[in-house]
Nanobody
Framework: VQLQASGGGLVQAGGSLRLSCAAS????????MAWFRQAPGQEREFVAV????????DYADSVKGRFTTSRSNDRNTVYLQMNDLKPEDTAIYYC?????????????????WGQGTLVTVSS
């Protein structure tokens, strides 16, 4: 499975961005998909995860109420809608996929990773 993340950019605090992650290869529609982020000098952290039907989701406490993940299996794409962005949201955002069936929130649970897209939020 290959993952391609896009949609990052520079935005002012309070603004919005939508990230996309296009998946290709065998079986991505059945995979659990997630978003992680990594700020400079920090470890990669969980942001959001969604199951293959798009019904079950989970979010990091730091983004609950502001970020929403969704997926379009017809388009093999997962989205991360980010609203009310804050400077502390600045990071490289990665999408990830796993053949596992649980809503994993640790990076080690995911076998496939995209290249990342940079989100910068100015104050």
């Amino acid at each position: 499975v290959q993952l391609q993340a896009s949609g990052g950019g520079l935005v002012q605090a309070g603004g919005s961005l939508r990230l996309s992650c296009a998946a290709s290869g065998r079986g991505p529609n059945n995979y659990v998909m997630a978003w992680f982020r990594q700020a400079p000098g920090q470890e990669r952290e969980f942001v959001a995860v969604i199951n293959w039907t798009g019904v079950r989701k989970d979010y990091a406490d730091s983004v609950k109420g502001r970020f929403t993940t969704s997926r379009s299996n017809d388009r093999n794409t997962v989205y991360l809608q980010m609203n009310d962005l804050k400077p502390e949201d600045t990071a490289i955002y990665y999408c990830a996929a796993t053949r596992g069936k649980f809503l994993a929130t640790t990076a080690s649970a995911f076998e496939f990773w995209g290249q990342g897209t940079l989100v910068t939020v100015s104050s």
